[in-house]
């Protein structure tokens, strides 16, 4: 676009001469089957990502990147229409097996189908389920508890300002000595219960205290979701983590904090591959990233108009 403003060529026609003939899109090897599945062979490498990206209006795509390349030319190895295992791990197999094989680490998020599209189509390969798709269990139990105080709350209030109304008197919630009402505490806590107190502004700290002293049982999750945190930070190595993990699980039992009971499920089922985050502290951070940017480039040409052309572009970016 800036380019046939500064030569004062009309916008549409220009990327149409774009498109049609100085890109070679027309000529590109892979344009009959692209909007179903694009193969860079040659991108492989020994230490891969996947994850799946929304192209436009819900439109999922499976993208297998190399890490190696770091978000740069030559991170893509697969880009693949849909989630589908069958699917995916078809495309992925017309890639020689011999290459297959050198994979040695994949990470990923704990998609079961993903899980199941690795395995088939890498078979040497081991899974590093990502760290903070794991963590990011424990922030949520903590904040299903923080969120379900304040519906009482909120409901208590509507309640006493109901009743101020059928008595004719004007209602003034009771505020904390930070000035919070009840609701308002609730609601402006949600930041401070996803961060270690280390990092905690001087506002965060005076609530966390008023917080914690009105609700005991969110302060006992909170130093639990600590715990879970500190089981990535201070192990070194795959057995400390699972000795670490072990006496998080008892802690668990014994606060009898049933909205942890979905992630300590979670994690137990995904122990083997949360575990293997410790061989290189591997996270799926590059994936998270390389769809950001693509969602980043969908939003400067203006939305994907044609899938096809959109993908072969995204092609010459990053394949």
């Keep these: 676009m800036n380019i046939a403003t500064s030569y004062r060529l009309e916008t549409k026609v220009f990327e149409k001469q774009y498109k049609d003939h100085l890109s070679n899109f027309r000529s590109w090897d892979q344009l009959s089957h692209c909007d179903k599945w694009i193969l860079v062979e040659k991108n492989i490498g020994a230490y891969l990502s996947i994850d799946e990206v929304a192209l436009s209006k819900g439109e999922l795509y499976t993208i297998i990147t190399n890490k190696q390349a770091k978000g740069r030319k030559g991170s893509i190895l697969a880009i693949v229409e849909g989630t589908r295992v069958a699917d995916v791990a078809t495309a992925l197999k017309k890639i020689k097996l011999e290459e297959r094989e050198k994979v040695i680490e994949v990470t990923l998020?704990?998609?079961?189908?993903?899980?199941?599209i690795i395995r088939e189509s890498f078979p040497r390969a081991y899974l590093v389920t990502d760290r903070f798709h794991v963590q990011q269990l424990a922030s949520e139990s903590i904040q299903e508890i923080r969120m379900n105080y304040r519906r009482k709350a909120i409901k208590e209030e509507n309640d006493n300002l109901q009743k101020a109304k059928e008595g004719s008197l004007k209602y003034i919630a009771k505020t904390y000595s930070n000035g919070d009402t009840k609701k308002q505490l609730l609601a402006r806590s949600r930041h401070l219960v996803f961060k270690p107190s280390s990092k905690w502004s001087v506002s965060q700290r005076e609530r966390s205290e008023i917080l914690f002293k009105e609700f005991?049982?969110?302060k006992e999750a909170y130093?639990?979701?600590?715990?879970?945190?500190?089981?990535?930070?201070?192990?070194?190595?795959?057995?400390?983590?699972?000795e670490r993990f072990t006496n998080w699980y008892s802690k668990i039992e014994k606060s009898?904090?049933?909205?942890?009971?979905?992630c300590v499920n979670?994690?137990?089922?995904?122990?083997?591959?949360?575990l293997k985050y410790?061989?290189?502290?591997?996270?799926?951070?590059?994936?998270?990233?390389?769809?950001a940017k693509i969602k980043g480039f969908r939003s400067i040409v203006r939305g994907v108009r044609d899938k096809k052309f959109f993908l072969f572009r995204v092609f010459k970016i990053y394949g």
């Design 109 to 116: 998020d704990m998609s079961p189908a993903m899980e199941a």
């Design 216 to 218: 005991p049982k969110i």
């Design 223 to 242: 130093n639990l979701s600590m715990m879970f945190r500190n089981c990535y930070e201070l192990s070194k190595t795959p057995e400390e983590a699972k």
């Design 256 to 262: 009898k904090i049933r909205e942890f009971d979905i």
């Design 266 to 274: 979670t994690v137990k089922a995904h122990e083997d591959t949360i």
């Design 278 to 291: 410790f061989i290189n502290r591997s996270t799926n951070a590059g994936a998270e990233s390389f769809n």
